[in-house]
């Protein structure tokens, strides 16, 4: 069964939660390095981290948090087709949004590749954020940027520029999560 839905209640529920001031998005960070570094000293195996790319002062919610288990699945699928081995697993659900992190036996070259083609074709991909690090903490990097949802420049400039306002990026994600047909609404 589908169900139809406008974009004023997307945009009511892409709005829920509590605002997040950047003390908590620094800390985090800080805490997502710390985690990797256990890791990479634990298994010296190379990890991924995953979390959304949203825009404004809310990065977490029933919405946003649906979207990432998404993700989540289809980033397992990756492992599972490819036989890669999960050595160690850490998901959190904090106000600064969903995170997964994990250590694995795989190629990190060859699961970049495939994390960068997740990004690029599923309908919810462009709001994935997939790091790659290799066995020695080094971040492996895409060899084209990402466009921007809005006007197909790259993204880092319109973000560092602040091209497009939080509601523009909103009603972007919103197209985008009412197109992908994923999200089941009532």
């Known amino acids: 069964m589908s169900y139809t839905i406008d974009f004023k209640t997307l945009l009511t529920r892409l709005n829920e ?28 195996a190379p990890l991924l981290s995953f979390t959304l790319n949203i825009p404004g002062p809310i990065k977490n919610n029933s919405l946003l948090s649906d979207i990432f288990y998404i993700g989540m699945k289809s980033i397992k699928a990756i492992f599972n087709n490819h036989q890669i081995h999960i050595l160690q697993e850490h998901y959190s659900n904090e106000i600064t949004g969903n995170e997964y992190i ?15 083609t997740l990004e690029n074709t599923h ?39 602040r091209t ?23």
């Open 17 to 44: 939660g509590t605002q997040v001031e950047l003390n908590d998005m620094m800390r985090c960070r800080e805490h997502r390095a710390m985690l990797q570094n256990v890791l990479l000293e634990k298994y010296h």
């Open 102 to 116: 994990c250590a694995f036996d795989g190629n990190a070259d060859d699961v970049k590749n495939e994390a960068i």
């Open 123 to 161: 309908p919810l991909g462009r709001l994935f954020d997939i790091d790659i690090l290799d066995a020695k903490g080094q971040k492996l990097s895409r060899q084209q940027y990402r466009s921007c949802l809005i006007c197909n420049k790259q993204a880092q400039d319109c973000a560092r520029n």
């Open 164 to 186: 497009h306002s939080i509601e523009e990026m909103q009603l972007a994600i919103l197209k985008l999560i009412k197109e992908s047909n994923l999200i089941a609404f009532k």
